[in-house]
């Protein structure tokens, strides 16, 4: 199975914040990754999928990058609703394993 | 609009089964494969399987091989996901995902099954 490691597990920012979330892959998974954000008692959002491309709806200062096996979530101004937990998620081979995820908190 | 909507919360003894589904609407249900992912209280996503309404096909992760089964009606547009032989340790909200290419795009809103003698 393809182990997904995300980095850091938390994280404190501040509104107009630029974030960075980092996901490693055990082994090289092209560009089937894909991130998810989650709320307190809600289902999982997408987000972006094929590592860099915006799912519709999502704002624009949501981005992500990489290939292979090393892949970034960006936010560029954080925003009071992008208070959440992250995940990763590989589609390369099943089972389509994610990240432990990234809780992001109000500094 | 696309919907998943799931069954209401369970509450089971250990050793019993569980079934929860997942209706779908506003779209072709045979066209998407059905996912199915869990999260235990505070804790992480784990992928479970996935179904094609289509055909039927299965894949399980190999943790819960020969303790789940995913079935579909299509009929009623309604995917099933059956759990076996149930511990304290398969507490979690499990969810129905639709896959979009290689993304699930859609989710339905959870089902809380709950494990305690």
Same mark, same amino acid.
């Given at each position: 199975d393809i182990q997904m490691t995300q980095s850091p597990s938390s994280l404190s920012a501040s509104v107009g914040d630029r974030v960075t979330i980092t996901c490693r892959a055990s082994?090289?998974?092209?560009?089937y990754l894909n991130w998810y954000q989650q709320k307190p008692g809600k289902a999982p959002k997408l987000l972006?999928?094929?590592?860099s491309s915006l799912q519709s709806g999502?704002?624009?200062?949501f981005s992500g990058s990489g290939s292979g096996t090393d892949f970034t979530l960006t936010i560029s101004s954080l925003q009071p609703e992008d208070f959440a937990t992250y995940y990763c998620q590989q589609?390369?081979?099943?089972?389509?394993t994610f990240g432990q995820g990234t809780k992001l908190a109000i500094k | 609009q696309v919907q998943l909507v799931q069954s209401g919360a369970e509450v089971k003894k250990p050793g019993a089964s569980v079934k929860v589904s997942c209706k779908a609407s506003?779209?072709?249900? $045979?066209?998407y494969h059905i996912h199915w992912v869990r999260q235990a209280p505070g804790q992480g996503l784990e992928w479970m399987g996935w179904i094609n309404?289509?055909?039927?096909a299965t894949e399980y992760a190999r943790k819960f091989q020969g303790r789940v089964t995913l079935t579909r009606d299509t009929s009623i547009t309604t995917a099933y996901m059956e759990l076996r $032989?149930? $511990?304290?340790?398969?507490t979690a909200l499990y969810y129905c995902a639709r896959l979009m290419g290689d993304r699930l795009d859609y989710w339905g809103q959870g089902t809380l099954v709950t494990v305690s003698s």
């Open positions: 082994q090289s998974i092209s560009t972006i999928y094929a590592a999502v704002p624009s200062r589609s390369y081979s099943t089972p389509h | 506003g779209y072709t249900f $045979t066209g309404p289509n055909s039927g $032989t149930l $511990t304290s340790d398969d």
